[in-house]
């Protein structure tokens, strides 16, 4: 029985139906590239809307997708976590070192490679609009991005090749959720933006190890929420 209970616990189960992983692939897309391209012209419709405004607004069309279409998955990962909670938190703790030791060695990679390159844009961009409603950034980046992110970076893309392929799993994962949180700044800034994917790279492991090993969306997504709080707060 203890045998049986252990190989549950430490083997990875895909628990996204088809038709969630169908609906989030579909999403994704949205999210990722046509969201992006056209909530930006929003104020020009409705004065007055603020840079902060305008990504809540995108997170929550996010929030409601995932808890419309993915519930299920959300449920299954929920009681999972729940079965065995010793172990939730033990990978949401152990995620914390891995991301810590990565980001040691990355950084000092990138500050050799390109002294003085300085903060990611997307930190560059929280500082922004922190100004404009410091409540409503902490609630779009502690609690909304991480449920959405994780649903779609974790549970369908890392989820789906899981169960073909550990190695494309994390390859594609990896890259697909560090370019996602820098290609819109290409365009201004230039190929030259790229560098900084690699400073997603440690988050995205832990991440990715954080729910490969609990086998529940909501470690990830708990250890997302407890990484962004503690970003934001040591850039406010």
């Not at 152990?94 to 060695?105: P, R, T, W």
Request: net charge positive; glycine share 8%; aromatic share 12%.
């Amino acid at each position: 029985m203890n045998k049986e209970r252990k190989t549950i616990r430490f083997s990875f189960t895909d628990l996204m139906r088809p038709g969630e992983r169908v609906a989030a692939l579909c999403y994704l897309f949205i999210h990722v590239f046509a969201l992006p391209l056209t909530l930006p012209y929003l104020p020009l419709l409705i004065p007055g809307l603020s840079g902060v405004d305008v990504n809540l607004i995108y997170y929550a069309l996010g929030l409601a997708f995932v808890f419309i279409f993915c519930m299920r998955f959300l449920r299954a990962g929920f009681d999972a976590a729940l079965d065995f909670p010793a172990n939730f938190l033990l990978c949401v703790s152990m995620a914390f070192v891995i991301e810590l030791g990565l980001s040691m060695v990355i950084n000092s990679l990138m500050e050799l490679a390109v002294p003085g390159l300085g903060s990611a844009p997307n930190n560059e961009t929280l500082l922004s609009m922190a100004p404009q409603g410091l409540g409503k950034l902490r609630a779009m980046t502690v609690f909304m991005a991480p449920i959405v992110e994780e649903v779609l970076f974790r549970g369908l893309v890392f989820g789906a090749l899981r169960t073909k392929s550990r190695a494309a799993a994390w390859i594609v994962s990896l890259l697909a959720f560090s370019l996602y949180h820098v290609w819109q700044y290409i365009p201004s800034g230039g190929l030259s933006q790229l560098i900084y994917c690699a400073a997603y790279i440690p988050g995205a492991a832990a991440l990715n190890w954080c729910y490969e090993r609990s086998g529940s969306i909501w470690a990830p997504i708990a250890y997302h929420m407890l990484i962004n709080a503690v970003t934001l707060g040591a850039l406010l």
